[in-house]
C-alpha cells in the first residue's frame, strides 16, 4: 500500500515556455494530475506557459481565485482549492501545481503551501524569476560583486519605499499597476529616473520596453521598473 | 556576406543540469564556440553544469581567471577572454557564454558584457538564481504579497549589513566564505538566528541544510543563509 502524494510547486518562469527549466517541463509531462490558479472566466497565465508539456489525458484542477478588495472570497477559493488538491495526495497521487515564475517570489503556490506544507510532502522546483527576466530582456546587468538587490512592490507607502530604494544598488519595482504614477514622481525625487527602465510582460510575444515617462497609467500587471544606479566600476575595463 | 556574430550569456542555474531551461540546453546544444571562465587547473563549475547539452565538435574558449587580492590580474584575464571572444564575433561566428546561476545576477559574465556589449549584439538567456533555488531546497518562502526582499553581500561591512537586514521583511546574505562568524553575530543582535536557515551547494549531490550554529567556518563559496522575518500572515488559513 502507497503513502500519500506529493505536491510539486512548479515554477514556470516569466512566460516564454522555452524559459521553463527541464526538470520542470519533465515533471508536467509525467503529471497524472495538475492544479492552477485562473481568474473567473479567464485563461490561466500558469496554464499557457505550460501548455507544450502537458500531456493529454492529464487530470486539471482549476482553482478559480476572485480579485475582490476584501480578503475573504480569495481566502476560501485557496481553502477549497487545497481540500481538492489534499484530496488527490490522500488518495496517494502526486499533484503537479503549475506557477507563473518562482513558485516562492511572490507566488499565489505558497497559500497552497501554507495550508498543506504541514500535512503533506512539498517539493519546489525553482523557476526563472521576473526579475531575472527583465534583466535579461533589457540588456541591463541586476548586481555585481557587492552591491545590494532588493525587490520592492509598489503598493508600499511612499515612506517605506524611498528608505528602500536608498538601502539598495539596484532595485526591482513590482506590481506598478495604479501606483506607477506615484514610483515615477518617487524615482524623480530621488534623482534615479535617467538609471530606470521599463518593461512590460518581458519574454512574451508582446513584450514592451519603453522611456519610463511613456509607460502607461495604470500599468499592466506584469510590468516592472528595474533601476541600477551605478555600474560597480570593477566591471569595467581600465580606460 | 555575413555581419559579427552574437554574444549569448547563458545562465545555467544553481548547479543541477535538470535546472537548465529548455532555453539554454538548444542553444548549447546548437553551439559553435563557447566560452567560460574557469579558475586555473580547476574544473570549470559552468562547464560541469552545462556539460550534458555541449555537443562534441563545439570548440572551447576557456578564460582562466586567477583570484587574487591585486585588481589588475583578473582585470587583465578578462581583458584577454574579451579579445579572444571579440576575434571570434568579428569573423561572423555566434559564442555562447557559460554562466553559473542567472548571468546578470553577481555572475562574472558582467566583466565580458562591459568590454563588448558597446561593439557587438548581445543576448542573456537568465538562469535560476541561487537564491531560488536555496528557497525551495529549504521548503523556505522568499516573499509574498507586499514584502521587501534584499540580496546582501557579506562582505559588506556591519553597519551597512545591519541597515540593509532592518531594511528587507526577508534577505538572503551570499558570499559567507570567512565573513560567516561576523554574519552570525550580527543576526544574533538582531533577533534573527531563529529565522535564519543555512544551505550550502544547493541542488547539487553535495547539497548541505545544517543549523545556522553548525555551519562551517569559513562558509564555502556556494553557501547561503537564508532569513524570513515572518509569514505574511494572509498567506495562512483562517484558524
Same mark, same amino acid.
Given at each position: 500500500?502507497?503513502?500519500?502524494?506529493?505536491?510539486?510547486?512548479?515554477?514556470? @518562469?516569466?512566460?516564454?515556455?522555452?524559459?521553463?527549466?527541464?526538470?520542470?517541463?519533465?515533471?508536467?509531462?509525467?503529471? !497524472?494530475?495538475?492544479?492552477?490558479?485562473?481568474?473567473?472566466?479567464?485563461?490561466? /497565465?500558469? &496554464?499557457?506557459?505550460?501548455?507544450?508539456?502537458?500531456?493529454?489525458?492529464?487530470?486539471?484542477? #482549476?482553482?478559480?481565485?476572485?480579485?475582490?478588495?476584501?480578503?475573504?472570497?480569495? +481566502?476560501?477559493?485557496?481553502?477549497? @482549492?487545497?481540500? &481538492?488538491?489534499?484530496?488527490?495526495?490522500?488518495?496517494?497521487?502526486?499533484?503537479?501545481?503549475?506557477?507563473?515564475?518562482?513558485?516562492? /517570489?511572490?507566488?499565489?503556490?505558497?497559500?497552497?503551501?501554507?495550508?498543506?506544507?504541514?500535512?503533506?510532502? #512539498?517539493?519546489?522546483?525553482?523557476?526563472?524569476?521576473?526579475?531575472?527576466?527583465?534583466?535579461?530582456? =533589457? @540588456? +541591463?546587468?541586476?548586481?555585481?560583486?557587492?552591491? #545590494?538587490?532588493?525587490?520592492?512592490?509598489?503598493?508600499?507607502?511612499?515612506?517605506?519605499?524611498?528608505?528602500?530604494?536608498?538601502?539598495?544598488?539596484?532595485?526591482?519595482?513590482? !506590481?506598478?499597476?495604479?501606483?506607477?504614477?506615484?514610483?515615477?514622481?518617487?524615482?524623480?525625487?530621488? @534623482?534615479?529616473?535617467? +538609471?530606470?527602465?521599463?518593461?512590460?510582460?518581458?519574454?512574451?510575444?508582446? +513584450? &514592451?520596453?519603453?522611456?519610463?515617462?511613456?509607460?502607461?497609467?495604470?500599468?499592466?500587471?506584469?510590468?516592472?521598473?528595474? #533601476?541600477?544606479?551605478?555600474?560597480?566600476?570593477? =566591471?569595467?575595463?581600465?580606460?
Amino acid at each position: 500500500m502507497t503513502g500519500p502524494g506529493r505536491m510539486i510547486g512548479v515554477g514556470l @518562469g516569466p512566460g516564454d515556455p522555452d524559459l521553463v527549466t527541464v526538470k520542470a517541463a519533465r515533471c508536467i509531462g509525467a503529471a !497524472k494530475v495538475i492544479a492552477y490558479p485562473a481568474l473567473p472566466d479567464a485563461e490561466s /497565465f500558469a &496554464r499557457r506557459i505550460a501548455a507544450p508539456f502537458i500531456a493529454a489525458d492529464t487530470r486539471e484542477l #482549476v482553482i478559480e481565485v476572485p480579485i475582490t478588495p476584501a480578503r475573504g472570497p480569495a +481566502q476560501a477559493a485557496y481553502d477549497a @482549492g487545497a481540500a &481538492r488538491i489534499a484530496d488527490v495526495l490522500a488518495a496517494g497521487m502526486d499533484v503537479v501545481v503549475l506557477c507563473e515564475g518562482d513558485p516562492f /517570489f511572490y507566488g499565489s503556490f505558497m497559500y497552497l503551501h501554507a495550508r498543506l506544507a504541514g500535512d503533506y510532502e #512539498v517539493e519546489v522546483i525553482p523557476g526563472i524569476t521576473s526579475v531575472a527576466a527583465a534583466s535579461a530582456a =533589457l @540588456g +541591463q546587468p541586476l548586481t555585481a560583486r557587492n552591491e #545590494v538587490l532588493a525587490t520592492l512592490p509598489a503598493p508600499l507607502d511612499s515612506d517605506t519605499l524611498r528608505n528602500r530604494m536608498e538601502a539598495a544598488d539596484s532595485f526591482a519595482v513590482m !506590481k506598478l499597476g495604479r501606483h506607477i504614477g506615484r514610483i515615477r514622481t518617487l524615482l524623480g525625487e530621488l @534623482g534615479l529616473s535617467g +538609471q530606470a527602465r521599463y518593461i512590460e510582460r518581458a519574454t512574451l510575444p508582446e +513584450q &514592451r520596453i519603453l522611456p519610463l515617462a511613456e509607460a502607461p497609467d495604470p500599468a499592466p500587471y506584469f510590468s516592472m521598473i528595474l #533601476v541600477t544606479k551605478g555600474a560597480d566600476p570593477w =566591471l569595467k575595463p581600465p580606460p
